[in-house]
Structures are given as structure tokens and as C-alpha cells.
T-cell receptor, first 112, second 114 residues
């Protein structure tokens, strides 16, 4: 069964600090991996999309990495801001399937 | 562009009632989909469409119907609401008809079934 596990479940950091969120998956055959940011009460917003051949992709202060061999991805947030407080969701799609597998998300709280 | 719009934002139904959640997009995207989001769980795909006139079941389709008569609209129908359908519903669209590309989500509809 395809699965996506995210850790930690929740994280509290101080404004200005960096943090890294983890995503492990067992989806096969792998097609792509996406990271979304979901603010409370809103729909998810795409941060990055990575295919098998991509190791790193950045979007401003957000940098995603992918290790297709170990089936792990991370999302690194640099110099966190209060507006980074949100849930971060990892989504993995399998080739030939229209049904993506979503992780449960990591809830990030940034304190001033 | 308004992007993906959903109506209503909130809805309360009694068990057994029916209703339609509306979803529209103005980006000319071929792929549209419906998800539900429950506390402590990842989003789950209900139904999806790869183009006008084409729909298919996702992970949790029971109790829901969809149709896609135009590229812009993708309504979700609850035929006989049940308390288990209390959830937040998101509509999404993508320029990539395979569903593998970036998806744009609507603001969500919060549904409570009593």
C-alpha cells in the first residue's frame, strides 16, 4: 500500500530560526513529490514539485530535497517568519495513477 | 483570474438531505478533482476529471456523485448526507491532465451533517 509519513507531527520554533521537515514515502513507481503549505482555514498552496531526476528545488526561503534511493524528502525553511506558521503537506504521486498519496502534514508554529 | 472558487463556504445538513457543492475554475485547466480533509488524516481524493465529459472515482467515492459538462465547472453532489460526510471539502484543478502537475486548490467548503 502506498504511504507517506511526515515528521515531526508538530514543531514550534522562534522567528528567524531555520527548520527542516521530513517526508518518507513508499509510493511505487515514483512519479513526483510535491510540498504544499496550508494556512489555517485555507486550501493548500504549492511550494515545490520534484521528479525522480531532481535532488533539490528552491522557492524563496523554502528548499526541498529528494533522495529517490532512500525514498526521503525534506523541506528546509530558512530564517523563519511568523507567516510561515501553517501545515506543510507532502504529496507523492505514482506513475500511471491519478490518485496521489497525501501525508498528514507537519504543523509549524513560529513564535516571535 | 479568480482561480478556483467554491461555494458555499459553510453548510449544515441534516442526515438524509442532499446538496451540491459548487466548484469553478477560470484557468482553462483540464484536470479537476475533489478532496476531503478530516482531522488527523491526509487529504483523500473523492472523484476526479481529466476533461469535460470524463469523470472517475478516487480513493473514497461512496456517497458522492460528480459530473463535468464544461471545462470550468465540477460540482460534487451528496445524494443522502450522513454524519460520516462531515468534513472540509476542497476542489482543485491542474493544467496537467495527468493530475501529476501543480494543483491549485479552492478555499474549501466546511460541511457539517447532523
Amino acid at each position: 500500500k502506498n504511504q507517506v509519513e511526515q515528521s515531526p507531527q508538530s514543531l514550534i520554533i522562534l522567528e528567524g530560526k531555520n527548520c527542516t521537515l521530513q517526508c518518507n514515502y513508499t509510493v511505487s513507481p515514483f512519479s513526483n513529490l510535491r510540498w504544499y503549505k496550508q494556512d489555517t482555514g485555507r486550501g493548500p498552496v504549492s511550494l515545490t514539485i520534484m521528479t525522480f531526476s531532481e535532488n533539490t528545488k528552491s522557492n524563496g526561503r523554502y528548499t526541498a530535497t529528494l533522495d529517490a534511493d532512500t525514498k526521503q524528502s525534506s523541506l528546509h525553511i530558512t530564517a523563519s517568519q511568523l507567516s510561515d506558521s501553517a501545515s506543510y503537506i507532502c504529496v507523492v504521486s505514482a506513475g500511471g495513477s491519478y490518485i496521489p498519496t497525501f501525508g498528514r502534514g507537519t504543523s509549524l508554529i513560529v513564535h516571535p | 483570474n479568480a482561480g478556483v472558487t467554491q461555494t458555499p463556504k459553510f453548510q449544515v445538513l441534516k442526515t438524509g438531505q442532499s446538496m451540491t457543492l459548487q466548484c469553478a475554475q477560470d484557468m482553462n485547466h483540464e484536470y479537476m478533482s475533489w478532496y476531503r480533509q478530516d482531522p488527523g488524516m491526509g487529504l483523500r481524493l473523492i472523484h476526479y476529471s481529466v476533461g469535460a465529459g470524463i469523470t472517475d472515482q478516487g480513493e473514497v467515492p461512496n456517497g458522492y456523485n460528480v459530473s463535468r459538462s464544461t471545462t470550468e465547472d465540477f460540482p460534487l453532489r451528496l445524494l443522502s448526507a450522513a454524519p460520516s460526510q462531515t468534513s472540509v471539502y476542497f476542489c482543485a484543478s491542474s493544467y496537467d491532465s495527468s493530475g501529476l502537475g501543480e494543483q491549485y486548490f479552492g478555499p474549501g467548503t466546511r460541511l457539517t451533517v447532523t
